[in-house]
C-alpha cells in the first residue's frame, strides 16, 4: 500500500527554550505509577497544589479522567460515533489497549512538556515495557531525559482496604476480570528516580519530597 499521508514534523516559531524561559523553569514529565488505590492521584493532585502556589506552571493527568475523553472505552463512544467506530478506536484494558492508552498519553505529555508545562500523570501503567517506552520519547539530545518516574507504593491489602471504586471488590467476585494486582501482574519499576510509600508518609510530605526532587533537579528554582 502507497502512503498517502506525507506526514512531516513542522518546527514551532516559538521553541521550547522561548517558552521555558517565559515561565521561568523547565517542561518535564512527572509519571506516577502504583497499583489502583496507591494514592497517585491524591499525591499528583497535592504536588500540583503546592507549584500552583510558586507559580509554576503544571497540570494533571489523571488515569479516570482521560478515560472520559481522549482514551474513552467503546461503550462511551458508541452512542456518539457507532459500532464499528467504538470497536476501532475505544479503549479497553486488555494488554494490547492498557499499551495503547500509555503510548496515547506519553504523546499528550510531551507536548505538554514542550510547552514548559511540569506535567503530572497518574496511571496504574503496569508494564515496565509501556513506562519505557514513554521514557525513551521523552529523552531529548543534549539536555538529558524529561521524564522522571515516580513510584506509588502501598501493600494490596491496603489499596483494597482504600477502594474507594469497589473495584478490587468486583475483581475478587469475578465480576472484573483482567484487574492489576489480582488477576494481572503489575511489574514496579527497577529504578525510579523517587519511591513513595503511602503506607508510611501522609501525601502532603510526600509531595514536598516529589517538589524537592524538582528543585534539587534544575526543572524548577533556578532559570530555564
Given at each position: 500500500m502507497t502512503d498517502?499521508?506525507h506526514v ?5 516559531s ?5 517558552r ?5 523553569h523547565?517542561g ?6 502504583g497499583l ?9 493532585n497535592?504536588?500540583d497544589?503546592?507549584?500552583h502556589?510558586?507559580?509554576i506552571h503544571?497540570?494533571?493527568l489523571d ?6 475523553g481522549?482514551?474513552?472505552?467503546p ?7 457507532g ?5 476501532r478506536f475505544g479503549?479497553?484494558f ?10 496515547r498519553?506519553g504523546a499528550?505529555s510531551q507536548?505538554l ?13 503496569p508494564y515496565r515495557?509501556?513506562?519505557a517506552a514513554?521514557?525513551a520519547?521523552l529523552?531529548r539530545d ?6 522522571v518516574e515516580?513510584?506509588v507504593?502501598?501493600p494490596?491489602e491496603?489499596?483494597?482496604?482504600r477502594d ?9 467476585e ?8 489480582i488477576?494481572?501482574?503489575y511489574e ?5 528516580e523517587?519511591?513513595?510509600d503511602t ?13 524537592a ?12
Open positions: 498517502e499521508t512531516t514534523w513542522h518546527e514551532h516559538v521553541s521550547r527554550e522561548d521555558e524561559r517565559l515561565n521561568g523547565r518535564c514529565v512527572v509519571w506516577f505509577t489502583s488505590g496507591s494514592g497517585k492521584s491524591t499525591v499528583a497535592e504536588v497544589h503546592l507549584l502556589e510558586m507559580a503544571s497540570f494533571v488515569g479516570d479522567n482521560i478515560r472520559h481522549l482514551n474513552a472505552g461503550k462511551m463512544l458508541v452512542d456518539a460515533y459500532d464499528d467506530f467504538a470497536r479503549l479497553g486488555s494488554q494490547q489497549d492498557r499499551e495503547e492508552n500509555i503510548r498519553i499528550v507536548l512538556c514542550a510547552a514548559g508545562i511540569v506535567t503530572l500523570t497518574a496511571f496504574v501503567s515495557k509501556d513506562r514513554v521514557r520519547m529523552t543534549g539536555r538529558g531525559e524529561d521524564f515516580v513510584y507504593k502501598a494490596l491496603l489499596c483494597e482496604s474507594p471504586k469497589g473495584l478490587y471488590k468486583q475483581a475478587r469475578g465480576k472484573i476480570s483482567k484487574f492489576t494486582g488477576d494481572d501482574p514496579p519499576p527497577v529504578e525510579p523517587l519511591t513513595l503506607s508510611e508518609t501522609s501525601p502532603r510530605k510526600l509531595a514536598e519530597r516529589v517538589v526532587f524538582l528543585r534539587d533537579s534544575g526543572v524548577i528554582g533556578k532559570p530555564a
